[in-house]
């Protein structure tokens, strides 16, 4: 629920599935669980024109008119010490037998998510996670003899090996791959999937950027205050 640009990221991510036509979302709560369902209950009244009618003993409320995108939002208590893997595991039912999409709360990113759709659908593997290379931040030393420096550089995408960014596409299949609560999503899961030829990576080579910290906060709170930020593709 962290702001930029006065909205959460969670409300930046689920902007860029409904600018391609995903509008129901079910999201994976623990951790002051509360606080987000708070922000959805009060999100159709801030965004609406609203008169309040108190005269002659009367509580009525009318709304002229609501900027709320058209969405269905599922908020489910996931646990407080609950892994990822369990996570998942225990929205089957709000999910039902059919491939769903799933992703991070804590990264943006840019990638068409129609082609990521196709992607998977053509390759009809279990599942497919968007595989990203992270700009490194060190530079890069050629070091020789006597530990002298012989050239220096500064480290670029091409040093740095792909990793998951999230925005998966998985298929009912994969609870199966599913455990108890303390099941890790990114390992057993993943891997057994890696090993059985069931996991398939959708190569994007445009933004991402995860918000671990305040630096990162602040990178994509720049971004958005200048008007460059990348994953605002609804505009």
């Known amino acids: 629920?962290?702001?930029?640009?006065?909205?959460?990221?969670?409300?930046?991510?689920?902007?860029?599935?409904?600018?391609?036509?995903f509008n129901e979302f079910v999201v994976c709560a623990g951790y002051k669980q509360h606080i987000?369902?708070?922000?959805?209950?009060n999100y159709f009244l801030h965004s609406a024109n609203v008169t309040f009618d108190y005269r002659e003993g009367k509580n009525e409320m009318t709304v002229h008119d609501c900027?709320?995108?058209?969405?269905?939002?599922?908020?489910?208590?996931?646990?407080?010490?609950?892994?990822?893997?369990?996570?998942?595991?225990?929205?089957?039912?709000?999910?039902?037998?059919?491939p769903f999409m799933m992703t991070y709360g804590d990264g943006v990113c840019d990638v068409n998510i129609n082609d990521l759709l196709a992607f998977h659908q053509a390759h009809r593997k279990i599942a497919t996670l968007t595989a990203v290379v992270p700009e490194q931040q060190k530079g890069i030393l050629d070091i020789g003899e006597n530990n002298s420096v012989r050239a220096f550089r500064e480290k670029?995408?091409?040093d740095a090996a792909p990793i998951n960014a999230g925005y998966m596409v998985l298929n009912p299949e994969i609870f199966h791959y599913l455990g108890g609560d303390d099941c890790v999503f990114e390992r057993e899961p993943l891997e057994q999937l890696a090993v059985a030829g069931?996991?398939?990576?959708?190569?994007?080579?445009?933004?991402?950027?995860?918000?671990?910290?305040?630096?990162?906060?602040?990178?994509?709170?720049k971004l958005y205050a200048e008007g460059k930020a990348p994953w605002r593709v609804w505009e």
Not at 1 to 21: A, D
């Open 1 to 21: 629920m962290v702001e930029i640009g006065g909205m959460p990221i969670l409300w930046h991510i689920m902007k860029t599935y409904s600018h391609y036509g």
């Open 156 to 158: 670029s995408s091409a």
């Open 67 to 98: 900027a709320c995108e058209p969405w269905s939002v599922t908020i489910v208590d996931t646990g407080l010490r609950t892994m990822t893997g369990g996570r998942i595991a225990r929205v089957r039912e709000y999910i039902g037998d059919e």
């Open 36 to 41: 987000i369902k708070d922000w959805f209950a």
């Open 198 to 221: 069931e996991l398939k990576s959708y190569v994007h080579r445009g933004f991402w950027q995860c918000m671990d910290n305040i630096r990162e906060h602040d990178i994509l709170e």
